[in-house]
């Protein structure tokens, strides 16, 4: 179930990882968002993911 913050709004988390070890000394970013966010994927993250978010779209 999505996090409902404040007002109703749906909060999503999102975290890039260097590594697949899921340790916080493995995270490179991560943000808590209410309503639409971007993030950019770069060619050394090793994993995404994401908590309470509605499906992504690719782009580029």
Request: charged share 25%; proline share 2%; hydrophobic share 35%.
């Amino acid at each position: 179930m999505p996090d409902l913050g404040r007002q109703g709004v749906v909060r999503a988390v999102q975290e890039r990882d260097e590594d697949t070890l899921h340790g916080v000394e493995s995270v490179i970013a991560d943000e808590n968002v209410a309503g639409n966010g971007v993030v950019t994927i770069a060619a050394g993250d090793a994993y995404f993911k994401t908590s309470g978010c509605t499906d992504g779209t690719k782009t580029g």
